[in-house]
């Protein structure tokens, strides 16, 4: 098969690799019909995450069709349309069964924190990701689901992460009627996240950027009122005055480990790799939230030390709140929102582009060229 293959940093190819093999009876072959490009797969990318090896498939958004399933399946067949989440879990252990998917503890022995993502790494299990012709999919009868009648398979596709990802940000928010939501971040996750705020009965959303494309979709995708930190000397203190000088109820980072606006930060954390992740966007998070407020972090940060202004954040009395997203367990309530026409996430893609031309896709997109905010990788199977 056809596969993108990580060969060191910012060195990524297509090449053959062998079509994944069913490993365990609850296994499933899915041959993916379409894939998308992740903020945090540019983590990946550039270096940031440790034992990424070279030969590894990336990619975690991803859908399909079930080419071949293990003798224990059940509950799908050779020939469906399935949306698959980017957590991979058992379903039935400790965390599982609390709902908090995206720990699962039977599916990653290289971590005693996050559990399985395909494509992210051997700190995330060493699993391959669907940016390929084939991906294998365990725990086939806990994690896919059937894409419903009427569901436009880019619409479905975005579920399986940047979508569900940006809801569960706002759901962490726990906002109230009323309340004032910052969103630092108006890539994909970002975007989904101001736009899910009103859902949860915010009053006023605004998003914090520095590239004007971006911006721009906010006001026109989410309808949020708008910043752009590289105008402001200081984007903590036009965030209090914006907000009657209190800060604002709750702060969404969804920026995470690359956060650009301060250069010593950008530079320890994305170039020398001294830190987890640059936490400028957590800290400028922190700062602008009113005291008592929560701030919920959906930027994908580093297993390392960051230098986060934990001190500010107890003597404020915050609420943090974070994970990686339980994908699955958002998909009902979004379906919801879909069919009543309150959201099409396929709005935020620029960018469709065949499997052969990752490489072009992913330089796009770390670059910030040609306008780009999501791109989606089709296979020959589409």
Same mark, same amino acid.
Do not use: W
């Given at each position: 098969m056809r596969a993108m293959v990580y060969r060191g940093p910012y060195k990524i190819r297509i090449e053959e690799k062998d079509i994944p093999r069913i490993e365990h009876p609850n296994d499933a072959i899915v041959r993916v019909t379409k894939a998308a490009i992740c903020g945090s797969d540019l983590h990946l990318y550039h270096g940031l995450m440790p034992d990424t090896r070279v030969g590894t498939t990336f990619g975690h958004e991803f859908i399909g069709i079930v080419h071949e399933v293990g003798p224990s399946v059940e509950k799908l067949a050779v =020939?469906?349309?399935?949306?698959?989440?980017?957590? +991979?879990?058992? =379903?039935?252990?400790?965390?599982?069964?609390?709902?908090?998917?995206?720990?699962? @503890?039977?599916?990653?022995?290289?971590a005693t924190a996050?559990? =399985?993502?395909?494509?992210?790494? @051997? &700190?995330?299990?060493?699993?391959d990701g669907g940016q390929a012709e084939f991906v294998r999919v365990p725990f086939a009868d806990v994690g896919p689901s059937v894409i419903p009648d009427g569901l436009d398979d880019e619409d479905a596709l975005l579920m399986t992460d940047a979508l569900a990802t940006g809801y569960f940000g706002a759901q962490l928010g726990d906002i109230h009627e009323g309340d004032t939501v910052v969103v630092f971040g108006a890539g994909p996750v970002g975007l989904y996240a101001a736009k899910s705020s009103w859902f949860m009965g915010a009053g006023r959303v605004i998003v914090v950027d520095h590239l004007e494309y971006r911006l721009a979709k906010a006001r026109e995708f989410a309808h949020a009122e708008t910043y752009n930190f590289a105008e402001h000397d200081d984007i903590v203190v036009t965030m209090k005055r914006a907000t009657d000088h209190l800060g604002a109820d709750v702060v969404i980072d969804a920026v995470g480990a690359e956060a650009d606006g301060n250069l010593v930060q950008h530079v320890t954390a994305a170039k020398l790799k001294l830190q987890g992740g640059s936490p400028i966007a957590l800290n400028w998070? +922190?700062?602008?939230?009113?005291? =008592?407020? &929560?701030?919920s972090v959906m930027g994908a940060y580093g297993p390392i030390f960051s230098a986060v202004k934990f001190g500010d954040a107890m003597n404020k009395g915050l609420t943090l709140r974070m994970n990686q997203c339980p994908a699955k367990r958002q998909w009902p309530r979004l379906l919801e929102h879909v069919r009543n026409g309150h959201l099409k996430p396929s709005d935020i893609v620029t960018h469709r582009i065949p499997l052969e031309e990752i490489a072009e896709g992913y330089h796009l997109f770390s670059s910030k060229l040609d306008g780009c905010i999501k791109t989606i990788i089709t296979t020959d199977a589409a």
């Open positions: =020939g469906d349309r399935v949306m698959v989440p980017f957590n +991979i879990f058992c =379903g039935s252990c400790f965390f599982c069964a609390r709902g908090l998917f995206s720990n699962c @503890h039977n599916v990653n022995p290289n996050v559990g =399985g993502i395909y494509g992210y790494s @051997h &700190t995330s299990g060493g699993y998070a +922190i700062d602008s939230v009113r005291k =008592g407020g &929560t701030v």
